[in-house]
């Protein structure tokens, strides 16, 4: 039986303090994610010790952890590496990818190497469509793989390097992650500016760039209107409206009413002249 | 490649993207050179009602995928209730296809922070989580270090910039779960529960959060709110359509030349954004694309000049969802995009309602036999009566974006069906994959 640090039972009562004081079971999710960093997976220690903090129960606790994908319940490796296989990727290369690597490493789908390192997993969309197909390791994305880099990522990690992701920061273990997903900073120098923009993100930014192309009339001292200006406006808005239909009844042949410039214009000056 | 006509080239609109082009624009120092948080100072010397008569006037519609009027939703908040109010950003993007939430986070964190600020300020909350779907670490990172900066530099905590107004921001991460990207999913899911839908009404703008009055925007909407504040409402209503005003950031991906995000005015049409990412790939030809997402029906080439505005895509008989364009080619396979998504459902669908949970195990059985080269002609009978036993039946919308595809794909694409069925099509999965598929 695991026995939490005393680290961990202190980045609890962090993460219960971020709730409205009788809502602490907001705090599960988080929690579940920080025993997640301390065991590498969703023990039954890990549930009890939630349920002790938070004043549950273990089926209530145990309930949530087998909900949600990322919370594992066996023991992880250091590095979880996730291949998107839905469709996009997929029709792009996806596949292939996942089943190289699932024979490389001789695993399947949410197993581990028998040296500990890499846990695979094939993964939903990962919202990254337009780096297809894309992987991750430990959430930090690799794009644009195939066979060949997918395999040279995990060969690297096994031989205890850590690649850099393509957008993301540098790697850091499963367990480290964690901690960040239990809502805590990434203190790692450097880390948070880690990972650009990559160019199909800025795609149409590019081109508006290379084509002189901005969104033009912007004030950013536009006043904002109270709500006694708002009414006024609506009340003349109204009553130009007013003023138009009177002066354009349907027209008998059928053609819109007020189809004609002249009209359209006396009755736009007749709104500005009530201004 | 060829360059874009200068119409279509005029149809780009950088504004929420706009930032992305510098490279610090994370850190709050360059954020603030570049016009942030000069909305915030101008929304609190406002009166609460003002700013939401001005996100009513700006026609400003919610970025998420459905479409509801953002003023009208912030009004629905009743005020003077002495309940507590919230707002909470749904940031859980995972709808297959869509990617502009993520890039928005992790390059501009800020302009979803003050737009965090001016909203709650507005609906009177005094507590917003943003719920950021787990695997967006790297996102979630710069996020968290945004809120940290923010709070630094007084825009959060206790009575910000002098205005007596007091806010705590919590970035709050989801654990893997597509369903918690819907609104009563996500708030049972933030409460500490299995996120799964709550019937509707009452709605969560009465019984959000905690049973009390809460908003759910998504990012995008909420990231909007500056640039309303500091331009106005009638320079946002010169981008978009009548209806659908305002920039949009449409994400395009698949066999197109250059995939990438392209923030455009609404209304843009595909065949200019196909013009905009320099043309298909050399031997592609478009066969079928999803205009916002897996979860809204397929179209096809004759839908090249459809509006991308949510009346233009409804007329056309599908859906704006999260202008995700996933663009196929003559060279994919709309059985088999279709199966791939079915997976997707049915690994997704949260058990809840027996239609969704039921009829989505099925159908990728069913599906499954017919790549298998075993399919039936009564099996495409089977997908329809088992579509229209799913659709409206179910808690949420996860169900009925199910079967958009299956349904789409079986009116444009039926003779694709048919020469896996009688034979004229090599089966695509093997018959070691079919283990209990009869």
Known sequence: MTVF???????????????????????????????????????????????????????????????????????????????????????????????????????????????????????????????????????????????????????????????????????????????????????REGAVADGGPGEPTLRGLRLAEQHGISVSGFDPNTPIRSKAEADKAAEQAKAAQAAGAAANPPAADRKPAGDGAVAQQRTLKEAEAQK | MTTPRPETLAKLTPVLTKRWLSPDAWRIGTYEKLDGYAALRKAVKAHPDDLIQLIKDSGLRG?????????????????????????????????????????????????????????????????????????????????????????????????????????????????????????????????????????????????????????????????????????????????????????????LSGRIANPGQFECSMGITLRELIELAGGMQPGHNLKFWTPGGSSTPLLTAEHLDVPLDFEGVAAAGSILGTTATQIFSDQDCPVYATYRWLEFYHHESCGKCTPCREGNYWMVRVYRRILAGQGTHEDLDTLLDTCDNILGRSFCGLGDGATSSVTSSLKYFKQDYLDYIEGRTAPKLSDKQLVGAH
């Open chain 1, 5 to 187: 640090t005393e680290e961990t039972r202190a980045r609890a009562r962090e993460i219960i303090a971020r709730y409205p004081a009788d809502r602490s079971r907001s705090a599960l999710l988080p929690l579940l994610h920080l025993v997640q960093s301390e065991e590498g997976y969703v023990s039954p220690a890990g549930v009890e010790f939630c349920a002790e903090v938070l004043g549950l129960n273990k089926a209530q606790v145990g309930a949530v952890a087998t909900f949600y994908t990322m919370y594992k319940r066996k023991p992880t490796g250091d590095y979880l590496v996730s291949v998107c296989t839905n469709t996009m990727c997929n029709v792009l290369g996806g596949q292939e990818v996942y089943d190289t690597l699932a024979e490389h490493l001789g695993v399947g789908h949410d197993e581990t190497t028998e040296d500990g390192k890499i846990t695979l997993e094939h993964a939903e969309c990962l919202a990254a469509c337009d780096y297809g197909p894309v992987m991750t390791v430990n959430y930090d994305f690799f794009d644009g793989v195939d066979p060949q880099t997918a395999l040279g990522v995990v060969e690297e990690l096994r031989a205890g390097g850590r690649p850099m992701p393509t957008r993301g920061a540098r790697l850091c273990s499963l367990k480290e992650m964690s901690v960040q997903l239990a809502g805590f900073a990434d203190e």
């Open chain 2, 63 to 251: 970025r998420g995928g459905a479409g509801f009027p953002t003023g009208l939703k912030w009004g629905f908040i009743p005020q003077g209730d002495g309940k507590p109010h919230y707002l909470v950003v749904n940031a859980d993007e995972g709808e297959p296809g869509t990617c502009k939430d993520l890039p928005l986070m992790t390059h501009d964190p800020h302009s979803l922070v003050e737009g965090v600020i001016i909203a709650s300020y507005a609906i009177r909350a005094n507590r917003a989580y943003i719920y950021i779907r787990g695997e967006a670490v790297h996102a979630a990172r710069r996020l968290r270090n945004a809120v940290q900066e923010a709070y630094v530099k007084g825009y959060l905590g206790r009575n910000i910039l002098g205005s007596g107004f007091d806010l705590e921001l919590v970035v709050h991460s989801g654990a893997g779960a597509y369903i918690c990207g819907e609104e009563t999913a996500l708030l049972d899911s933030l409460e500490g529960f299995r996120g799964q839908p709550r019937l509707r009404p009452p709605f969560p703008a009465t019984h959000g959060l905690y049973a009390s009055p809460t908003v759910v925007n998504n990012v995008g909407t909420i990231a909007s709110v500056p640039y309303i504040v500091l331009g106005g409402a009638d320079w946002w209503r010169t981008m978009g359509t009548e209806k659908s005003s305002g920039p949009m950031i449409y994400s």
